[in-house]
């Protein structure tokens, strides 16, 4: 028996992400503030587990530790949610497709002069009575979908394509907004939270006068959370108000930074409902969408050569394989697009704060990508 | 990268494009009766795009304009059904109401852990939609020499229709001519 490693669609696709254990974990290109955000948030948290909560469980009440570690496990989650899951990449044109488009563009635009420029590549469609247009990407060959935009750090156009925040080091797009607004919105009130309780520590030591064994470490402690919650507190407590605005009126912030709603030649958003609430609860409580990637599926190579041969994948319409190798074990029953995020803290142990500065198409702070992702992506030519 | 052909671990009805060993056998007419029929006596010859309706927003719909491609080969109201039955699925799927609302709400709680147990509403009308364009594949499609791929093999962009030619039959002009002016 042959045992071949088992190629997976992940290995091959096109764009600029790093994927981590075997495919189910996906992120941006740069990940180094990624790690930042990470250090600021768990070291913070540790300090104030470490030394104020043990005196405000004594002396106020066993709850506010408690409080503060399921806070703390939900901004993690929904961090690790938001950077290691697919944004909503839309994969690019196979040649078939590609062609297809292009014949119909050359159809719709006649003949055009030699020497003359080619007109640009827009479609335009009517969304609820107000017209749209659909720009072609040259990349993905594809005309993008309304609302999806084509993101340069990682190469790949995002439906519904809010921003790339170097912060979760990963675009923010149809399926990890929720999570990247869960995200931000408890980091404000673990901030909140935290600040709020290290006053507290403050005032009540200075009115009780206990010294304890370890008074001489804990006010400085006190003053780096404090300084560091009070920082982030402005920023990610505005990133949430932004966002929340955004939600209500259903707009993405690349249609802010574009003004593309913003009421100049009576152009309104066709994608509001024109109700805070339904605005809301269609961004929050919509379906999960899933990947359409399928990182995780077993690629199928030429026919001359051995091909592995998953047992799940529908081999039946390929009779001509030689099912002659045993594969490694076979994809897993957790499907692709939830990946495991809690499983996997390995990236770093530090903490941070992260302040997300909505960035579009914006190259990040050159950071230098951390060589813990094991997973190179090939990019194949199509 | 023709010759790499996409199988996901979903049993999804894909073709591969490139012919198996090749005994040609020479049927009178191009009528398939089944996938296996088409699979070895069968060439690619055209492939027909259905591209999406965007005039409800983004939700997933298709466009039901019969391609100008496929009227020598099917019947326009059996086309028709299949993109409005596979458009009323879509729409089940991304339906926002109670059901996902408790789906919402559940999984929040849970942080999210919940997907690892169960599926989502939306995974589960995906396979529903496999399974019925793997029957109308085999009913309704196949015996006339075309195949429909899943849309989520093409990132729900198109609904992808193959065009087989009878391998013996060359020269035959329904397929071969690739015209552009079906679409919006």
Redesign the interface.
Known sequence: MITRKVTR?WE?LPGKNTFCCDGRVMMGRQKGVFYLTLFLIVGTCSLFFAFECPYLAVHLSPAIPVFAVLLF??VM??LL?TSFSDPGV??R?????AN??E??I??ANGNVMAGQRPPPRIKN????NQI?K?KYCYTCK?FR???ASHCSICDNCV??FDHHCPWVGNCVGKRNYR?FY?FTLSLSLLTIYIFAFNIVHVVLREYRNIFEHVVSLTPHCTVLEVLVCFFTLWSVVGLTGFHTYLISLNQTTNEDIKGSWSGKNRVQN??SHKSIIKNC??V???????S?L?R????????SSPTPS?A????T????NPVSQTTKSS?PL???E?T?D?AKPGIGSGTQKSTSSPKEEKPPSPTSPNAVAPAVIKE?S? | CSCVSLIGDRSRSEFSTADSDGASKAPVLPRFHNLQELRHSASLANKVFIQRDYTDGTVCKFQTKFPSELESRIERTLFEDTVKTLNNYYAEAEKIGGQSYLEGCLACLTIYLIFLCIETRYEKVLKKISRYIQEQNEKVYAPRGLLITDPIERGMRVIEISVYEDRGSSGSSSGSSTTSSSGR
Not at chain 1, 296 to 303: A, K, P, Q, S, Y
Request: net charge negative; glycine share 2%; proline share 12%.
């Open positions: 669609k091959k496990v939900f989650a929904m949610r839309l994969p044109a196979l040649p078939e497709e297809f488009i014949m119909e050359e159809a469609v009517q969304i609820n749209v659909l594809i979908p309304p609302r439906d519904r999570y869960l066709p994608y609860c269609e929050l409580c919509s379906p999960t969408y899933p359409v399928d995780r599926g077993v690629m199928l190579e030429d026919l998953d799940s994948a529908a081999s319409h390929q009779s001509s994809a957790i499907p692709n939830h495991p809690e194949s199509h």
